[in-house]
């Protein structure tokens, strides 16, 4: 994996502790624990297994004390992050030990990013916050008289205009609403994602910040497990969403057995 990112040979660290391995090794950890920056390094300084899942050891004597490491090590590694590349290594990695090979099911869902429910109000009193700190600064460093301001989206909502792709977070301006229709949760916010899983393992088929219909993408599940695996697909499982004509002509054509309910 380190070799198909292309991570640098560099070691990072005060005592150049971490390898591309070791890098990739504590992003697996970050994940697995869900441990904060900080804690996280903490863990690794008195967790002996930790060190050894990273290929690293740790004197007690002199632990890691820059706990933005971590983010160094997650910044270098999202920017050559290809995930269609690193999930064919992993299926390479992984196939001996799956079983249901031909089986295919997908479904779609949303990696939430953990924000405030953005109501007009919160959202409009989070944009004066941050354009007042940012005025105020700036401002003082140019030596100008600090203008009035007025966001475009604020006041198109305020006249009752509808808005296209709103905005739902300043810091995250990436992040959309995705309708998912849920009893307790009808919107989530975050990148929506079509997954296949294979034998109790889930690859990513697509990811978009933006909402999109997965019930059109059945097709392209098949083939890419079928290319992953090397091995044809004969069964599919899916929810009503993909139990759509051309999915189920497309199933038929190849005697593809589905788990979608007859007509």
């Known amino acids: 994996m380190a070799k198909t990112i292309g991570l640098s040979e560099n070691r990072l660290g005060r005592r150049k502790i971490f390898s591309p391995s070791a890098k990739i090794a504590l992003m697996i950890l970050k994940a697995y624990t869900g441990l904060s920056d900080r804690h996280l390094v903490e863990h690794l300084n008195g967790n002996i297994h930790y060190q050894m899942f990273c290929g690293i050891m740790i004197d007690p004597s002199f632990p890691i004390t820059n706990y933005k490491i971590v983010s160094a090590i997650r910044n270098e590694i999202a920017a050559r992050l290809y995930i269609e590349s690193l999930q064919e290594i992993l299926a390479t990695h992984w196939k001996p030990y799956l079983e249901n090979l031909h089986v295919c099911m997908t479904d779609a869902t949303c990696y939430k990013s953990h924000m405030r429910f953005p109501t007009d109000m919160k959202l ?9 700190r940012h005025i105020c600064r700036n401002c003082k460093e140019l030596g100008m008289r600090r203008p009035r301001n007025n966001l475009v989206q604020e006041k198109e909502m305020f006249e009752g205009r ?8 300043i810091d995250r301006h990436y ?4 309708v998912r229709g849920k009893e307790t949760k009808p919107v989530e916010f975050g990148a929506k994602v079509n997954n296949i899983q294979i034998d109790g393992i889930s690859f990513i088929e697509h990811i978009s910040f933006k909402a999109f219909n997965e019930g059109i993408r059945l097709k392209n599940c098949i083939r890419m497990q079928q290319n992953l695996m090397k091995v044809r697909v004969t069964c599919a499982a899916g929810d009503s969403i993909y139990a759509n004509n051309a999915n189920r002509k497309y199933c038929t054509k190849y005697s593809i057995s589905t788990s979608f309910v007859r007509k």
Do not use: F
């Open 124 to 132: 409009l009193w989070k944009c004066l916050e941050w354009l007042y």
């Open 162 to 169: 509808k808005v296209s792709d709103r905005i739902v977070s």
């Open 175 to 178: 992040v959309r609403p995705i």
